[in-house]
């Protein structure tokens, strides 16, 4: 198999060069000349893993040319019914692609670049806002664990040195839970999301009657810090299965976490509802801030699948464990169509106070997180365009991270949005 391929718009595959590079070089003569076929090389995937290795100047310059003006006008050799936009890292990565570092400089440098074709800004400057429809999850994740990853260590606004994994908000342990497991850790509101799953009297007495020994299916994992977490310190005699659409994500999750377990966590890339998991298989199903249910008001169609993957996933008795900042008025749909697929809703706790206050205390570590990242991408120091990004880039982060400010906080401060820690049980069998 050449090591990257592409698809069109009307499904036919095409092969070029390492990169999936719109041009590339003739070796006999130095210049750049155009490829005979426009490979999107956002949507194309780079199986070869050497994607750094077999480019030139020339070649980057024109990819970060192409790039900053995709999709291409409708002349060009790839007729596409958006020719007319310019490049968004809001729409355009794949979440099937692990971004290396070099790559993420040329993607970001095109994003740049392309702000001098811009109409309209989607990110408001004043809270970080960017409206439904004019972003995909998948293209966000797709960049923001590939960043993850690559950036490695950081600091936080003390110095002390970790690597971001837990892509969680979380909450303050609640004061009536007892005292506070994480002490000073800079992730301890991730970990506190994690382990605040399973603060249930029914949960610990289903546990405790099978010695810990018990199997967890989690739909969503991002990196499998919180899978780590579970396995090293909540359930030590547990087994785990950790699913997520992000390869970057469960790369990170294979790299850092799963050799140090022993066999008792596997991390799986892919859709849950498109992958086949073992029926009747998990005494519990993990949902920590996985992005399902975000429509106000509304169960959709896929979050309806969804639920359906995780009744057929549970044993008899098992539980679903959820939690989550999601619209107030999305709960109550989502907990009625729980029960009318028959779970029965065991409890759930309101955790938003202390959702609020682990973002007024994270506040300088992220602020701190988000400037390292500014500062790793060279394209963020061109004078105008590269400051302009910068301002976007630095709100849509702070916003998806909720912090103070932003209109995701301001969405928990008022009540638009709340966070509830919820437990459903699948009846047992007759």
Known sequence: MHPFEARGPEGAAFRGPPRGATFHVDRRRPRCRPSPVAVN???????????????????????????????????????HPEAHHTMDILTALNPETPYSKRRLQLVLGAWVASAAFERKAKVTLDDGH????????????????????????VKTEHGEPYEFTFNTWGYEWPAGWGDAPHGTDPQRFGKNAYRGLFEFKEVQAYAAARQGKIHLVEMGCGTGAGAHHICKTVWPECTYEAFDMQSAGVQTCNRKFVPELNGRLVATHGDVTKLEIAA?????????????TEMRGEVTAHDKQFFAKVLNTLKPGGFLVWGNAIPELTWQPCFDHLKSIGMTMVDAHDVTKEAVVARDLDKARADAYVEQCLDTFHAFKIPVLGK??????????????????????????????????ALFQKPMVA
């Not at 480019?55 to 007729?79: G, H, M, Y």
């Not at 009747?280 to 399902?292: L, P, Q």
């Not at 909720?402 to 509830?420: A, Q, S």
């Open 41 to 79: 090389p956002f949507t194309a995937v780079d199986h070869s893993g050497q994607y750094d290795d077999h480019r030139s100047v020339c070649e980057d310059v024109k990819w970060i040319v192409t790039l900053a003006q995709w999709p291409p006008k409708a002349n060009t050799a790839v007729n």
């Open 130 to 153: 960017v409206n439904e429809g004019e972003y995909s999850k998948q293209s966000l994740y797709a960049l923001l664990y590939s960043m993850y990853r690559e950036i490695g260590t």
């Open 280 to 292: 009747n298989s998990a005494d519990f199903v993990v949902i920590c801030e996985t992005h399902i």
């Open 388 to 421: 302009r990004r910068a301002a976007q880039a630095r709100q849509a982060l702070l916003n998806f991270y909720r912090n103070p400010g932003t209109r995701l906080y301001n969405n928990m401060v008022d009540g638009t949005d709340t966070y509830r820690v």
